[in-house]
């Protein structure tokens, strides 16, 4: 069993920052993606930003230059530390993460419950 654990969301005027953590616990041998989605009302949901092993980082193009994730391999931990917060970035934000639950186990995407950001303009 494996659980992630979001944290960090909030209330923020526009040009703002937060930050959002995520802890994964439980049977895990090793993560290879750690990745942020988010999902405003009506839309659907998006990749924000992703990091694998390298590291190696990706971000979408409405966030790239104001978002910068990372990670603590040692920890199961990452984090997105998000800047000059705009009202476009209000959404539930989700942490995934895929996860190899043994040396020779298939890859498993597990999620975290979903923290609410939301920017004031």
């Known amino acids: 069993q494996v659980q992630l654990v979001e944290s960090g969301g909030g209330l923020v005027q526009a040009g703002g920052s937060l930050r959002l953590s995520c802890v994964a616990s439980g049977s895990i041998f090793s993560i290879n993606a750690m990745c942020w989605y988010r999902q405003a009302p009506g839309k659907q949901r998006e990749l924000v930003a992703r990091?694998?092993?390298?590291?190696?980082?990706s971000y979408a193009g409405s966030v790239k230059g104001r978002f910068t994730i990372s990670r603590d391999n040692a920890k199961n931990t990452w984090t997105l530390q998000m800047n000059s917060l705009k009202p476009e970035d209000t959404a539930v934000y989700y942490c995934?993460?895929?996860?190899?639950?043994?040396?020779?186990?298939?890859?498993?995407?597990?999620w975290g419950q979903g923290t609410q950001v939301t920017v004031s303009s």
């Open positions: 990091i694998i092993s390298g590291p190696s980082t």
């Open positions: 995934s993460a895929d996860v190899l639950l043994t040396v020779a186990s298939p890859t498993y995407r597990y």
